[in-house]
């Protein structure tokens, strides 16, 4: 199991940035593929990016291809999520997780909202 705290969520207008951070415990951080997810009000919660252990891979979702970063730390046990040309449609309550997620470690989640 690993213990995840997402922080970088705020209020922004429509086609800034932000950078989402998830710091991880556990010695085993590098050896788990990452992810970011999100839900949105009302929405199920949906897959947005997905890093391998080493960073050298990573996919997105249709919806952030070419506006979204996801990158990872492993010595700090970081990922990240950088997101630029945000649109009001990316708002909702953005979380890490490994990938596949495991239930046991989803945490609280950082909020971004998009405004136009």
């Known amino acids: 199991q690993v213990q995840l705290v997402e922080s970088g969520g705020g209020l922004v207008q429509a086609g800034g940035s932000l950078r989402l951070s998830c710091a991880a415990s556990?010695?085993?951080?590098?050896?788990?593929?990452m992810g970011w997810f999100r839900q949105a009000p009302g929405k199920e919660r949906e897959f947005v990016a997905t890093?391998?252990?080493?960073?050298?891979?990573?996919l997105y979702t249709d919806s952030v291809k070419g506006r979204f970063t996801i990158s990872r730390d492993n010595a700090k046990n970081t990922v990240y999520l950088q997101m630029n040309s945000l649109k009001p449609e990316d708002t909702a309550v953005y979380y890490c997780?490994?990938?596949?997620?495991?239930?046991?470690?989803w945490g609280q989640g950082t909020q971004v909202t998009v405004y136009s």
């Open positions: 556990g010695r085993t951080f590098s050896t788990y593929a």
């Open positions: 997780n490994t990938n596949p997620p495991n239930s046991s470690n």
């Open positions: 890093i391998n252990w080493s960073g050298g891979r990573s």
